[in-house]
């Protein structure tokens, strides 16, 4: 495997610290996404970003904070506003191709306590 | 915005079955539509997708069909096997301006395929 890497795998955090989420990729690709995956709702936009200083808001944003300062990179950010966060999250990325492949990393899973 | 909805959530198979996974979305203009594969703890992984160009895809024991005027399309396993069990996931999208793709997934599909 390789390409698209997130680390940690799994991530501890104590309710009301704020987390970040590393996403590194090596594939050139333009455009870089952050998803949020919870038993039985499938996957779930949070940002993504299709540009080196832009990123837009996802049908989830609320609680999260991204930065796109590299193209290599899209770290996100779980805030303390963020109510429920304990979820599996995945970076992917893609192209700017309108309908081309997006890959994934391999996800991390925070817990919250 | 696009909403997926896929069913069924659970799907459980002899070997060598077949497999049906259908998916509606609500969006018309949303033009391209994968499928994802998840193993367990692994990414997702495409393993077939369809452009609304197009009505039928197949990829070995792997197609899919689209029918844009009922907004719905179908993943089919054929000759299904034990290592195809897994959470399978359709998902859609109309692409966005500046380009890439904001994809709306279903809620997934998990398949069991029994000895």
């Known amino acids: 495997d390789g390409g698209i890497t997130q680390s940690p795998k799994y991530l501890f955090r104590k309710e009301g610290q704020n987390v970040t989420l590393s996403c590194e990729q090596n594939l050139n690709h333009d455009a870089m996404y952050w998803y949020r995956q919870d038993p039985g709702q499938g996957l779930r936009l949070i940002y993504y970003?299709?540009?080196?200083?832009?990123?837009q808001k996802g049908d989830i944003a609320e609680g999260y904070s991204v930065s796109r300062e590299k193209k290599e990179s899209f770290p996100l950010t779980v805030t303390s506003a963020q109510k429920n966060p304990t979820a599996f999250y995945l970076c992917?990325?893609?192209?700017?191709?309108?309908?081309?492949?997006?890959?994934f990393g391999q996800g991390t899973r925070l817990t919250v306590v | 915005g696009e909403n997926v909805e896929q069913h069924p959530s659970t799907l459980s198979v002899q070997e060598g079955d077949s497999a049906v996974i259908k998916c509606t979305y609500s969006?018309?203009?949303?033009?391209?539509f994968p499928w994802y594969k998840q193993e367990l703890g692994k990414r997702p992984q495409l393993i077939i997708d369809?452009?609304?160009?197009?009505g039928e895809k197949k990829d070995q024991r792997i197609a899919v069909t689209l029918n844009k005027t009922a907004k719905h399309f179908s993943l089919h396993i054929t000759e299904t096997q034990p290592e195809d069990s897994a959470v399978y996931f359709c998902a859609a999208s109309e692409g966005v301006t500046g380009g890439g793709n904001k994809l709306t997934f279903g809620t997934g599909t998990q398949l069991k395929v029994e000895l």
């Open positions: 970003s299709q540009i080196v200083n832009d990123f």
């Open positions: 369809i452009r609304s160009n197009v």
């Open positions: 969006d018309s203009a949303s033009n391209y």
């Open positions: 992917a990325s893609s192209r700017t191709d309108r309908n081309t492949e997006a890959f």
